[in-house]
């Protein structure tokens, strides 16, 4: 039977989130305008390189969530998930998903404190970019034991920030099921140019995506030395965990983005206007805020209860996880299109900031799972799948 077990103070914002929001915002501000954005995107990296140093060293965005132990600050995914409302607000580029929430929790939930220690303090610190293949897309990589040790052989494919990051975690098959392992890729160019190639290393291509914010690459691994994360068997478990922790993270992110989009629209039509009034007094366009506006408020406190559950009551996450997939993406999808209608001509041109929120929205609705297939994951979780199938055959 499902329980609401979190404690709903975990539900409320503290001084300490709200300062950090505030200062967030105000470097965001100051590095990350659409047109910094676009320049950030287009670059060799597809961020800025000193941004993300400046979130590790001025405010400690990347260490937020990590034991101290870890070169972390402490804090829990509740303070993450400000940095990550703040960075899709204004649709960084910097990975901090594929970085920080998706290698760092394969790390945490490992339990392996050997890889904890020697890869967690970089992350925390800014020196160090990571990323996980084989998950959420399935990939065909086997490891296998060689001279020297273990090697990984096959490729992971739309892997985020594939080809670029510093440390590559995988899921692999092995000759005991499947394991994580972690590699660390040829450090030259990351295109597959480098030195080493085709013997023992990986070629990394970047692939042509919907999204320019969030770089994704198709990772080939031919004998590219690894290390094993964790103890055999467990690789099943700390997948689907990461993968929720995912979904709270995008989540949140996609709060961050439909607030924007309600903010940048309000402001257009109280100062736009037709037939003598801003066209915001029209009792149509009203109606239409009004329903974005109800979207956000719900998207809103399905992100804070999932947060709170991934702080918390991890029994509560996969329920908390998917329900904030369906609604955040939801709305953000709404806000980018009343983002684009309401600015009228100048919205549908691609030229417009609304466009990079459109492609935003679009490809991250399927990023962990559509809503259509966490309403299906909600159904068995909450044990509704038996009774949808007998109201289906009476009808």
Known sequence: MFRLDTDPTLLLESEERRQLREVLRELLKETCGPEEVRKQAAGPRGH????????????????LAFPEEFGGAGYTFAELAVA?????????????????????????????????????????????????????????????RG?????????????????GADLVLVAAEAPDGTRLFACEPDRGTGTGTGPGVGSGSCERVARRVLDPTRRQALVRFRGAP??????????????????DAGRVALAAEHVGGSAHALDA?????????????????????????????????????????ATACLAGARAELPVAASSAAVACSGAYRL??????????????????????????????????????DHRLRLAGLLGLTGRTNRASRTD
């Open 48 to 63: 800025d390189r000193l941004l993300w140093e400046r979130l590790a060293g001025e405010i400690g965005v990347q260490a």
């Open 84 to 144: 990550l409302g703040e960075t899709g607000r204004v649709l960084c580029p910097a990975p901090l998903l594929p970085t920080v929430v998706l290698a760092g929790h394969t790390l945490l939930r490992s339990g392996d404190r050997q890889a904890c220690q020697r890869w967690l303090p970089g992350i925390a610190d800014g020196s160090l970019t990571a990323t996980v293949a084989g998950f959420p897309q399935a990939a065909n990589v086997t490891a296998e």
């Open 147 to 163: 001279a020297g040790g273990w090697v990984l052989r096959g490729e992971a494919d739309f892997v985020l920030d594939g080809e």
């Open 226 to 243: 690894a290390e094993p994360v964790g103890e055999a068997g467990q690789a099943a478990a700390i997948v689907a965990a990461v993968l």
């Open 265 to 305: 629209v309000l402001e257009y039509v109280r100062h736009r206007t037709q037939f003598g009034r801003p066209i915001g007094s029209f009792q149509a366009v009203k109606h239409r805020l009004a329903d974005l506006l109800v979207d956000l408020e719900g998207a809103r406190s399905a992100s804070a209860y």
């Open 335 to 372: 806000a980018t299109a009343e983002y684009v209608q309401l600015h009228g001509g100048i919205g549908f041109t691609w030229e417009h900031p609304a466009h990079l929120h459109v492609r935003r929205a679009r490809a991250d609705e399927a990023l962990f799972g559509t809503a259509d």
